[in-house]
């Protein structure tokens, strides 16, 4: 079975503070992704990584940067956390070929105060 | 980008079916998923379909793939407790990234 590990399932930090949420694939898996996930908006893409040092904007990038030094260990940064980035933060891996689904990690319910 | 619409809730009582749906925009959709998130918890893929079928069976789950009306279902047979849960359509239509629905809450009722 897939596993993703995400590094807390729950995380209290301030406004202003640098903050990093840990996640870790155990199948090799080329693509990674960050999602949150808000009530009723689903869950919208943050970045995802498609090979080690590579990266992309996903649909709200701003306030977020990525790391991904390792092909198993995808790392989101909030530069300087403020309230709204209050959120259940999701990490997912998958294969890259066409059409292989994504595998989720347990989330990190992160809380900005 | 791709929008996906579902219904926001559900509810069902134990041991009926439950029908889930989900429409979406792109007819360049290829690959289409279900997803589920019970409370707490992450999301667990629970079947997905490619665009050249038009239904898949697994188990108690029935997907219904409807290209010309862009439509996905998901139905659950003898609906049970422990199906009470959120659960995502999502599509895509390229190698990377998926469009998901804002979630259908089920409650099952005994």
């Known amino acids: 079975d897939v596993k993703v590990t995400q590094s807390s399932r729950y995380l209290v930090k301030r406004t202003g503070e640098k903050v990093f949420l840990e996640c870790v694939q155990d199948?090799?898996?080329?693509?990674m992704f960050w999602y949150r996930q808000d009530p009723g908006l689903g869950l919208r893409l943050i970045y995802f990584?498609?090979?080690?040092?590579?990266?992309e904007k996903g649909d709200i990038p701003e306030g977020y940067s990525v790391s991904r030094e390792k092909k198993e260990r995808f790392s989101l940064i909030l530069e300087s956390a403020s309230t709204n980035q209050t959120s259940m933060y999701l990490c997912?891996?998958?294969?890259?070929?066409?059409?292989?689904?994504?595998?989720f990690g347990d989330g990190t319910r992160l809380s900005i105060l | 980008g791709e929008d996906v619409e579902q219904s926001l809730f559900l509810s069902v009582r134990e041991g009926d079916s439950s029908v889930i749906n989900c429409t979406y925009t792109d007819s360049s959709s290829t690959y289409l998923y279900w997803y589920k998130q019970e409370p707490g918890a992450g999301l667990q893929l629970l079947t997905y379909i490619f665009s050249n079928m038009d239904m898949k069976q697994d188990q108690r789950l029935t997907v219904l793939l409807n290209k010309k009306d862009k439509h996905l279902s998901l139905r659950i047979a003898d609906t049970q407790t422990g199906d009470s849960a959120i659960y995502f359509c999502a599509v895509s239509s390229n190698d990377y990234k998926l469009s998901f629905g804002a979630g259908t809450t089920v409650t099952v009722r005994a």
């Open positions: 199948m090799d898996h080329e693509n």
């Open positions: 990584s498609y090979d080690v040092k590579m990266k």
């Open positions: 997912a891996s998958s294969l890259r070929q066409g059409g292989q689904p994504q595998h």
